[in-house]
């Protein structure tokens, strides 16, 4: 079909993907959420496609394209059959090593973003702290100087690749008494002295590992600095845009495939002497949620545009990262009800679809704190600014 946004060259690359996919990741999916652990080497190979290195120029290993890249690569990723893998490949590429990239030195990209896009070191990004989630201006993890270094204490959780990642970008206070505007980034190696990693069960996303981890008087170089001292806060929540945005095109994409694995169910499964499909109620269900989900693609795809065009689409972004969580929510919970008690049964991807969907409405901003930051602009005239420049 014709599309306002995707070229053949999309195309083609997206048939790539598949293969590669198909190859590499979808027979090994169940294995590595039994196993609660994807092979660094996994990251490698994608490094070594290209895929890894999608937004970033060519002088650091990258590719160079255009946003739609991104948009085929993370539709694809999404669609293996687990939550957790491509939770732990978006935050490496779009939210972890975007900071360096956006703002970080030459030195912090020739150490941490080049071997980051080839898929040599695995990042984390440490916000979250036990008693501050959504609540940014509020972290209480430190950083204070001592000479060259920084020293950093603290706590932080609900990491994705933190328990065998290699490195994280953390979010510390620098200025305590300045709240929001004491806050820094600083690129932390994860095996440096001083950090205890605490590996965390999780309801769903299996296959990507989640951890707790504390620092203890770590010591870290001063030009391990993210841009400007106390600007951190910032970066933060600009980057918070592209978060939000990815968290979307993947919630459309995996309830897409969710959807299309229940019908495929309906045209097997007989009840009552005929297949389900055959059943006005369910067929009708079918209809409602795809109807749902094109509006919600439509709605990703011209904030993808907006993306595309460079602009900081707070609204936008945050309103799809609102709605289309909440939608994926609701597809899969119909979908489950298709089933019947089949899909309650760990043998059906539904039932494990079902547990990933929901921490949507959660991780990378609650669905409230997304209603409260549209009501702001919508309401009070807030206006949010370019900030890396």
């Known amino acids: 079909m014709k599309s306002l946004y995707f070229k053949e060259e999309h195309n083609l690359f997206r048939d790539s993907v598949r293969k590669f996919l198909q190859k590499e990741v979808i027979p090994f999916i169940n294995a590595w959420e039994e196993e609660r652990r994807i092979p660094k080497e996994i990251f490698k190979k994608m490094g070594e496609q290209g895929y890894l290195g999608l937004n970033f120029p060519a002088e650091y290993g990258g590719v160079g394209a255009d946003f739609w890249y991104s948009v085929v690569f993370l539709e ?127 309801m769903g996303w299996h296959s990507s590992d989640t951890a707790e981890i504390s620092f203890d008087n770590v010591r870290v170089p001063k030009e391990n600095l993210v841009g400007v001292e106390n600007f951190g806060f910032y970066y933060i929540m600009e980057s918070f845009q592209l978060e939000r945005l990815v968290a979307g095109i993947m919630a459309v994409a995996s309830s897409k495939w969710i959807l299309e694995e229940t019908i495929r169910y309906m045209h097997e499964r007989e009840a009552f002497g005929r297949k389900i499909a055959k059943y006005q109620t369910l067929r009708h269900t079918i209809a409602d949620l795809a109807t749902e989900l094109y509006a919600a693609e439509q709605m990703v795809y011209h904030t993808c545009w907006l993306q595309n065009e460079g602009e900081v689409a707070v609204k936008e972004c945050s309103m799809v990262k609102l709605h289309c969580s909440e939608l994926a929510n609701k597809v899969v919970d119909r979908c489950l009800q298709v089933f019947g008690g089949y899909g309650y049964m760990e043998d059906y991807l539904v039932c494990r679809a079902y547990r990933d969907a929901r921490v949507g409405t959660i991780a990378g901003g609650t669905s409230e704190i997304m209603r409260e930051i549209i009501a702001k602009m919508m309401i009070d005239d807030v206006e949010y600014k370019p900030v890396y420049s």
């Open 76 to 202: 694809e990723i999404a669609k293996v059959g687990a939550g957790g893998f491509p939770t732990a490949v978006s935050v490496h590429q779009y939210m972890a090593i975007n900071h360096i990239f956006r703002a970080g030195s030459d030195f912090l990209k020739q150490k941490y973003l080049v071997p980051a896009i080839a898929g040599e070191k695995v990042a984390a990004l440490g916000i979250s702290e036990p008693g501050a989630g959504s609540d940014v201006a509020s972290i209480r993890t430190k950083a204070v100087k001592d000479g060259d270094f920084y020293i950093i204490n603290g706590a932080k959780t609900f990491i994705t690749n933190g328990t065998y990642g290699d490195f994280i970008t953390l979010a510390v206070s620098t200025n305590p008494e300045n709240k929001a505007g004491g806050i820094s980034l600083i690129v932390v190696d994860l095996d440096s002295e001083g950090i205890t990693r605490t590996k965390l069960k999780k």
